[in-house]
């Protein structure tokens, strides 16, 4: 990858594609600016979607995004980094276009993610960083995922049900730290249905289309449940529905699958607001825009008597506005980073970050 700055014209090669900055070639560079009204530019693009945002203290005030949608199969790591080295000119200069240049920072995805996508996200953070001379903010997404929830339910010391594609956890702030209470062994429940999905002939991403087709279900047929101690695994699983597909509807194996993929999740969480002692259950991740699983940790909460929270669903999916508000909450305690230390972290964990805005 080369990464080169002429002017105020960015030019990024990333992975053999080259981006001129047509649009942003014509922006004012300006002067690190006093941090009063910060107005924050996010960018996330771990994986399927390229988003960016322009989020103050008061709201999210710019989105724009750019979805990678493989033709057949899964995601490929590479094709997406190709998709978003190809739109992360048009998806930037949308909300900069909306918003104009006046910003504060620049925070990005650092990781967990694919590596190749990591570090279009990276280049192009790095760039504006340099332009507009503003802070570089390196966000660890799975901790974005979770303070986007927090700030926009209105919610402090939750217990945090996190449920993506790649990412299955149970996590509570702790002493500086999300300390992981639970999380699977193997792959995230999101990766999990997608598979499924994939072998039952549906398109990526399955998810969505499991939940439409578990609505008209009959049967439940009997999977493996798999909890050990606050852990969950889901390969097993995901192979006993592929196989129960020779003796059943498809219909009634999507409603299996999620009934017993979720009340996996919804027992580990109840264990966690047991043994921590809390009475607040935070949902995020893309998995959470599932409404079944949304009802059955409602149905958990109320019989003990704790409240459930789940932030709109274009929040609980990759977004970039989740980058700029942590960026936002980071830039509060001065964690920025430096050009030498942006390297993209595809293997970052929730618990490596110090949390020192809470
Ligand atoms: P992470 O890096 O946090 O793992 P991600 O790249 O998986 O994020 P998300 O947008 O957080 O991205 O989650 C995408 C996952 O959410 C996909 O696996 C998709 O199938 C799943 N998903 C989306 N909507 C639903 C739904 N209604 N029911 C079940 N799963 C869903
Ligand atoms: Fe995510």
């Known amino acids: 990858m080369v990464f080169f700055w002429p002017s105020t014209a960015i030019v990024f090669h990333v992975a ?26 996010g960018i996330e693009g771990t994986a399927w979607n390229l988003s960016a945002a322009i989020i103050n203290e008061a709201g999210v005030i710019a989105e724009a995004e750019s ?22 000119e048009d998806v930037v200069s949308r909300v900069l276009d909306k918003h104009g240049t006046d910003i504060s920072a620049v925070a990005f ?5 694919f590596g190749p996508c990591l570090r279009v996200v990276a280049t192009a953070a790095r760039a504006l960083s340099l332009t507009f001379n503003i802070p570089l903010i390196g966000v660890n997404h799975c901790i974005a995922h979770i303070e986007i929830g927090r700030w926009l339910c209105g919610v402090d010391g939750p217990v945090v049900l996190y449920v993506s594609g790649a990412n299955s956890q149970v996590l509570s702030y702790r002493d500086g730290r999300y300390r992981i209470f639970g999380e699977t062994l193997d792959i995230g429940i999101g990766n999990a249905l997608d598979k499924f999905g994939r072998h039952a002939g549906l398109q990526h991403p399955g998810g969505p289309k499991i939940e439409q087709m578990a609505k008209n279900a009959k049967n439940y047929v009997p999977l493996p449940y798999v909890v050990k101690g606050m852990d969950f695994s889901f390969s097993g699983l995901t192979t006993a529905a592929k196989d129960a597909l020779a003796y059943a509807s498809l219909e009634d194996v999507c409603y299996s699958l999620q009934e017993t993929a979720f009340a996996m999740l ?8 047991a043994h921590i002692g809390k009475d607040e259950l935070l949902l995020t991740g893309g998995v959470g825009a599932n409404q079944r699983l949304c009802e059955m940790l409602n ?21 970039g506005a989740m980058i700029a508000y942590t960026g936002l909450l980071m830039l509060n305690k001065g964690a920025t980073i430096s050009i030498e230390d942006s390297a993209v972290r595809p293997n970052y964990r929730p618990d490596d970050v110090d949390v020192t805005w809470i």
Do not use: T
């Open 16 to 41: 053999g594609v080259v981006i001129p900055s047509s649009n942003l070639k014509n922006l004012k560079i300006v002067p690190m600016r006093p941090q009063k009204d910060k107005s924050i530019l």
């Open 299 to 319: 149905m958990m909460c109320q019989d003990r008597d704790a409240s459930f929270f789940a932030p709109d669903k274009k929040f609980m999916k990759d977004n």
């Open 67 to 88: 979805s990678y949608q493989p033709l057949k199969g899964g995601l490929h790591p590479r094709m997406a980094a190709q998709h978003h080295a190809a739109k992360i």
């Open 266 to 273: 919804v027992e580990v969480a109840e264990r966690a607001l």
């Open 109 to 113: 995805s650092q990781g967990p993610g």
